[in-house]
């Protein structure tokens, strides 16, 4: 069993920063990928950013070069730093992981992303204003 627990949404300006943590606890250890997806009212949900176990990350174009996803396997948490930030980035973000995808390769071959994964926090809003 996977639970996910995401930290560090607020409201911040265009051009700002902000951090999101997860934290990951499981049953056992094994392979994860894990990954942050964004939902936004009236649009399909967009993953953003992926990494697996050994540090392999994966982004989606409109956030390359912005956001950096990291991951630190001993204190089982998952950071997505987000800078210079636009009003097409707000919306809840959610935390996401997947047992059954052990890689980045594994996840693009399927093409999926952190929204097809199975397990998932309770999201944290991110609110970005002009």
């Known amino acids: 069993q996977v639970q996910l627990s995401e930290s560090g949404g607020g409201s911040v300006q265009v051009g700002g920063s902000l951090r999101l943590s997860c934290v990951i606890t499981?049953?056992?250890?094994?392979?994860?990928?894990m990954g942050w997806f964004r939902q936004t009212p009236g649009k399909k949900p967009v993953g953003v950013a992926h990494i697996d176990s050994d540090g392999t990350t994966d982004y989606a174009d409109s956030v390359k070069g912005r956001f950096t996803i990291s991951r630190d396997n001993e204190k089982n948490t998952v950071h997505l730093q987000m800078s210079n930030l636009n009003l097409d980035d707000t919306g809840m973000y959610y935390c996401a992981a997947e047992a059954d995808i052990p890689t980045i390769a594994t996840m693009r071959h399927l093409r999926l992303s952190a929204v097809d994964f199975g397990s998932r926090g309770q999201g944290t809003q991110v609110s970005v204003f002009s």
């Open positions: 499981v049953d056992s250890a094994r392979k994860i990928t």
